[in-house]
T-cell receptor
Framework: ETGVTQSPTHLIKTRGQQVTLRCSSQSGHNTVSWYQQALGQGPQFIFQYYREEENGRGNFPPRFSGLQFPNYSSELNVNALELDDSALYLC????????????FGSGTRLTVV | GESVGLHLPTLSVQEGDNSIINCAYSNSASDYFIWYKQESGKGPQFIIDIRSNMDKRQGQRVTVLLNKTVKHLSLQIAATQPGDSAVYFCATPPSGSARQLTFGSGTQLTVLP
């Protein structure tokens, strides 16, 4: 059973650019959530996708958007990058029937300069 | 809004001793709590959970205690080992959430030889 895989592992972008982060969910999981984790802080919920639609959103601006594909993999897109977007971005997957039974990936470390 | 917080940002214990990590929450309606362990360079890993109809739950070398009166929970690790060194988070779903989790800020546990 494969876990959650994220790519790339590290990324450096310039302020104002756009970035796409990718996540492959664990086998058998159909729900994907994205979290932002600033240095020294706990993860903060960005949004969740189920059946290719956004199914809940945290307190993040519209320049944070996502997609879920028929194979349940997902992308997180961030437009107009700001310095404060520098963080570890975590993807977590679960089966819709398993309340909160999330498996987290190791994350993508994004640095905005 | 919902919040969870940890009492100490860092905790150092001697190998073989017991560790106690604390967490407070704000919403008395919170009915489910999860403890996660995050090792350096990895995503959070599920340790143990507890529902509000329980006061105590035990796993392998870990025990979670829930005190609903003072809105406090703790994670106890017995016979702490070097592999237990990590950041520990408590998390809870906010009211009306679509399976999102609100995380505390974490406690860095360091096991001393």
């Amino acid at each position: 059973e494969t876990g959650v895989t994220q790519s790339p592992t590290h990324l450096i972008k310039t302020r104002g650019q756009q970035v796409t982060l990718r996540c492959s969910s664990q086998s058998g999981h159909n729900t994907v959530s994205w979290y932002q984790q600033a240095l020294g802080q706990g993860p903060q919920f960005i949004f969740q996708y189920y059946r290719e639609e956004e199914n809940g959103r945290g307190n993040f601006p519209p320049r944070f958007s996502g997609l879920q594909f028929p194979n349940y993999s997902s992308e997180l897109n961030v437009n107009a990058l700001e310095l404060d977007d520098s963080a570890l971005y975590l993807c977590a997957s679960t089966k819709a029937s398993l309340n909160y039974g999330y498996t987290f990936g190791s994350g993508t470390r994004l640095t905005v300069v | 809004g919902e919040s969870v917080g940890l009492h100490l940002p860092t905790l150092s214990v001697q190998e073989g001793d017991n560790s106690i990590i604390n967490c407070a929450y704000s919403n008395s309606a919170s009915d489910y709590f999860i403890w996660y362990k995050q090792e350096s360079g990895k995503g959070p890993q599920f340790i143990i959970d507890i529902r509000s109809n329980m006061d105590k739950r035990q796993g392998q070398r870990v025990t979670v205690l829930l005190n609903k009166t003072v809105k406090h929970l703790s994670l106890q690790i017995a016979a702490t080992q070097p592999g237990d060194s990590a950041v520990y988070f408590c998390a809870t779903p906010p009211s009306g959430s679509a399976r999102q989790l609100t995380f505390g800020s974490g406690t860095q546990l360091t096991v001393l030889p």
